[in-house]
């Protein structure tokens, strides 16, 4: 678990928020593969970890539930929409 080594969480609450930006920037851009790079292996990934090292964290469930959210919206790059992680 690579936040161990800052445990400070405001910073990775921070981090992920940034790989959100990036996503949403890709997005607008019309870079669809990028945007799900940052938002799946980047956000979710980190989100996702986090959680699981504090499971009782509502904002970090609450932030895990949205990134999904997020990813589904976006169009898979054939069309269709739906996309899961």
Known sequence: MFW?????LGFWYDRAGLYE????????????????KYLLKKDLELT???????PRNESL???LAIII?????????????GRSP
């Open 21 to 36: 930006k990036l996503g949403d920037i890709h997005q607008a851009m019309g870079h669809m593969e990028e945007a799900l």
């Open 69 to 81: 959210f997020q990813i589904r919206r976006y169009p898979s790059g054939n069309g269709t929409h």
């Open 48 to 54: 996702k970890e986090l959680y699981e090292s504090n």
């Open 4 to 8: 161990q080594f800052n445990p400070d």
């Open 61 to 63: 469930k609450n932030g």
